[in-house]
T-cell receptor, first 114, second 112 residues
Framework: EAQVTQNPRYLITVTGKKLTVTCSQN?????MSWYRQDPGLGLRQIYY???????DKGDVPEGYKVSRKEKRNFPLILESPSPNQTSLYFC?????????????FGPGTRLTVL | EDKVVQSPLSLVVHEGDTVTLNCSYE??????LLWYKQEKKAPTFLFML????IEKKSGRLSSILDKKELFSILNITATQTGDSAVYLC????????????FGKGTKLTVNP
């Protein structure tokens, strides 16, 4: 089944404790992206990747890192999480860049930083 | 700064009603506009629009883009309770940046 998977689905952590949210797609998509969704602010893009070893900042990249060492995986790293990073996070992928093709979203990761 | 504005923010209707959701955009070097439906989980793709005036249709849903006036509408006819969701639209630029800019969404509630 074609899908985007994220882990963990729920995470409660404390300020400053490094964490990684994994994202994997099995559709051989080139384009992958991370979003955060907050009430009243909608979906905002954090980082995106056009292909392996090619990443770029979205609208709200501060406090986040990403890597794209393999085509299927696009982990989101929070080196020192802070409470303002409490949010619902979505990973997405598409065969072509975001505006040329359908994006498939993962199930979401609800992160709480205390 | 690129932006996408959706209206209304919230809408409550009865089953069988027809609704129109609006999306206006200001996106530099605009390429396409996308509509998504989000229930209590991840957004799912509805439509991608790139050309003005060409209606895209899927069952009771349809959408059209006006590149002159910089807006799009999403129509849902004969609404059902299963249409209750947040509907998101996003603008995509071409060339250089591949960022998508999302609106805040319209929350549609369809009551039986």
């Amino acid at each position: 089944e074609a899908q985007v998977t994220q882990n963990p689905r729920y995470l409660i952590t404390v300020t400053g404790k490094k964490l990684t949210v994994t994202c994997s797609q099995n559709m051989n998509h080139e384009y992958m992206s991370w979003y955060r969704q907050d009430p009243g602010l909608g979906l905002r893009q954090i980082y995106y990747s056009m292909n392996v070893e090619v990443t770029d900042k979205g609208d709200v990249p501060e406090g986040y890192k990403v890597s794209r060492k393999e085509k299927r995986n696009f982990p989101l790293i929070l080196e020192s999480p802070s409470p303002n990073q409490t949010s619902l996070y979505f990973c997405a992928s598409s065969l072509l860049a975001g505006g040329k093709d359908t994006q498939y979203f993962g199930p979401g990761t609800r992160l709480t930083v205390l | 700064e690129d932006k996408v504005v959706q209206s209304p923010l919230s809408l409550v209707v009865h089953e069988g009603d027809t609704v129109t959701l609006n999306c206006s955009y200001e996106v530099t070097n605009f390429r396409s506009l996308l509509w998504y439906k989000q229930e209590k989980k991840a957004p799912t793709f509805l439509f991608m629009l790139t050309s003005s005036g060409i209606e895209k249709k899927s069952g009771r849903l349809s959408s059209i883009l006006d590149k002159k006036e910089l807006f799009s509408i999403l129509n849902i006819t004969a609404t059902q309770t299963g249409d209750s969701a947040v509907y998101l639209c996003a603008g995509a630029p071409q060339g250089g940046s591949e960022k998508l800019v999302f609106g805040k969404g319209t929350k549609l509630t369809v009551n039986p």
